[in-house]
């Protein structure tokens, strides 16, 4: 027989009528539970029995194979629908929990006992009327033995992740988030109050403690700060109080900045203090109450005096590098600005450029309080350049460089010259050397506001400035006539430097007219000299003759004769004859005029 010969109608018919006669017996038994579950819900909802009652009665309303007593029902079941909405809470959170558990989600465990709480205040009041229905069916659901396990559970994991948790990356608030889930747990599952919170800060201080004292040592000083600032808002932010960070960064704080001390390292001193002050700033800590605090303050104190003890023994440098060591802390600017002037003002020759370097200059010469300036110098360097320096009452420095000094190679000493500074109106630097001759050799500098300028530079073996003209008077110097003894004349010149000018006679000038005036006296006349025909020296000075005796030779022309009138006479040949004329005899004589010299040295 085939398939098809199979399936004919008459054996689809018999198969259709079984399935009929299966599901008729299936809706009969449901109506016959039906019937007996609303029978029985109203016997236990007389006798009192409304938690079973509810049940039979939700049961029999979700049954759709008769339409029985369904009005009734319906009443019930709003009359018993808080009882129904215990248990659906109930059962829904269970089954919330159990799934929680497994995957260990804490915040959603939390949010579930929010939500029984919530129900459980809503239902469970203390001589409400449905207090009793609470009681069995949370007992019935075992939602409190399961939540005493989950909250073991969980408080077992945090205990031990805070145990094991000394160190570790990341925020604070991240890195002990199992600190804050510890604090959420309720203090039931503790065994009380007193309980959870001995436990949680015996756990909490070690932990912290720890890894404020791990940062400590490895000198990380702002992490650790960083990290007790974090840990304290941390803890604030969940209105929980955590006295031991900010002892232990105190603790810490203070160790590190007594090594600091101890070490003299004043600008890491200086550095962890600024730190910590930031910090305490950051964690509102009364500075009144904070020893680290006041040992920061008093220590910047001490610092502070030492360096002015080091600025009054003249260990400046010492003095502005713990000024600047301290900066980090407090504004030092202006102590290391008074360290650097009293520096400059001791030691002026650091006012010149690249002064504070050992052995640049050669030759130096200072002044204080004088040319308007607190401090003035010069110096040569070893090239031979002079430079000028000088420091006004305001601080402020100004500089100027020279020419290279003629013959610096022999210089001996450089110096201000008060009296032609007085002439100049502005400094004058003097410098000092040698001559192969024996003489000295003095180079004079005019230190102007638009630059040096040379003054004089002439040698001798000395100088004097004249009070009435302002010439200069250099004695054995050296004129370029290879004579020795000379006083040279030096003046002021167009251009604002000193000019030799003429030979200083030792005897006073005096006019050929006066000399009765001064008998046996060394004086000096310029005249014009003649040999007369009986070979006698004649000297014409302001239209009077003179008989010229001593130390003449055959010398004519115009000269400057130095010598003494004796009171004697006699006779020479003149222009209009023969005269009687005083006699002078002469000591030494001078040329006027290069003819002159040129014949004297022929002679």
């Known amino acids: 027989m085939t398939f098809k010969q199979a399936i004919s109608l008459r054996n689809i018919m018999i198969i259709l009528c079984i399935c009929m006669l299966v599901l008729l ?202 990290s007790a600032l974090s840990l304290t808002e941390a803890y604030r932010n969940h209105s929980y109080q955590a006295p031991w960070v900010q002892k232990q960064a105190e603790d810490s704080a203070q160790v590190i900045l007594d090594k600091d001390l101890e070490g003299d390292n004043i600008s890491a001193f200086a550095g962890h203090a600024a730190a910590y002050r930031t910090y305490a700033v950051s964690a509102a800590l009364d500075a009144d109450s904070s020893k680290v605090l006041s040992f920061i303050d008093s220590s910047a104190a001490k610092l502070l005096k030492s360096a002015a003890r080091l600025i009054r023994g003249g260990e400046y440098a010492e003095a502005i590098q713990l000024y600047s060591g301290l900066s980090q802390l407090q504004d030092t600017s202006a102590e290391i600005a008074a360290a650097q002037l009293a520096w400059n003002t001791a030691e002026p020759v650091r006012l010149l450029p690249g002064g504070d370097e050992a052995g640049r200059y050669i030759h130096v010469a200072t002044a204080s309080g004088r040319y308007g300036a607190k401090a003035a ?42 009296e032609l500074s007085a002439v100049a109106e502005v400094p004058v630097v003097l410098a000092i050397g040698s001559q192969e001759d024996g003489r000295t050799a003095f180079t004079a500098y005019q230190i102007k506001p638009e630059g040096i300028s040379l003054l004089f530079s002439f040698a001798g073996d000395s100088y004097e400035l004249q009070s009435d003209d302002n010439s200069i008077l250099v004695t054995n110097a050296d004129t370029g006539d290879g004579v020795l003894g000379e006083t040279g004349v030096y003046r002021l010149s167009e251009d604002g430097s000193y000019q030799f000018a003429e030979i200083q006679q030792e005897s006073p000038l005096i006019p050929a007219s006066e000399l009765e005036l001064h008998p046996f006296e060394n004086v000096t006349l310029n005249c014009e000299i003649y040999m007369d025909s009986a070979g006698r020296s004649v000297g014409s000075s302001d239209g009077r003759y003179i008989s010229l005796q001593g130390n003449i030779g055959s010398i004519t022309g115009p000269a400057v004769v130095s010598g003494q009138y004796q009171n004697s006479y006699d006779y020479v040949e003149t222009e209009i004859g023969e005269q009687y004329v005083p006699v002078f005899v002469v000591d030494s004589l001078g040329s006027l005029s290069v003819n002159l010299n040129e014949e004297a040295a022929t002679d």
């Open 25 to 226: 017996g299936l809706k009969a038994l449901q109506i016959g539970d039906k019937i007996r579950e609303v029978q029985e819900a109203e016997r236990l909802y007389a006798a009192g029995d409304l938690i079973a009652a509810e049940n039979l009665y939700r049961q029999a309303a979700d049954n759709p194979a008769i339409h029985y007593k369904e009005e009734q029902i319906a009443a019930r079941l709003e009359e018993l629908a808080p009882i129904s909405a215990i248990r659906s809470g109930l059962n829904t959170l269970v089954k919330k929990v159990t799934d929680q558990l497994v995957t260990k989600d804490f915040a959603e465990f939390m949010e579930s006992y929010a939500s029984l709480l919530s129900l459980k205040s809503k239902y469970f009041i203390s001589g409400g009327p449905y207090a009793s229905y609470y009681r069995q069916l949370s007992k019935d659901s075992g939602i409190s033995v399961q939540l005493t396990a989950g909250f073991g559970q969980f408080k077992s994991q945090f205990l031990a992740e805070l145990a094991a948790s000394q160190k570790g990356s990341g925020s604070e608030e991240n890195r002990d988030q199992f600190k804050w889930n510890l604090l959420q747990i309720p203090d039931a599952y503790y065994g009380g109050t007193d309980a959870k919170n001995e436990l949680l800060a015996t756990g909490f201080k070690a932990h912290d403690t720890a890894r404020l004292k791990v940062l400590a040592a490895g000198g990380s000083f702002g992490a650790m700060l960083d």
């Open 377 to 418: 110098v010069a110096g040569m360097d070893s090239s031979g350049r002079l430079y000028y320096a000088d420091l006004s009452d305001d601080g402020i420095v100004s500089t100027r460089t020279g020419d290279i000094i003629p013959g610096f190679e022999r210089l001996s000493g450089l110096a201000f010259d008060g």
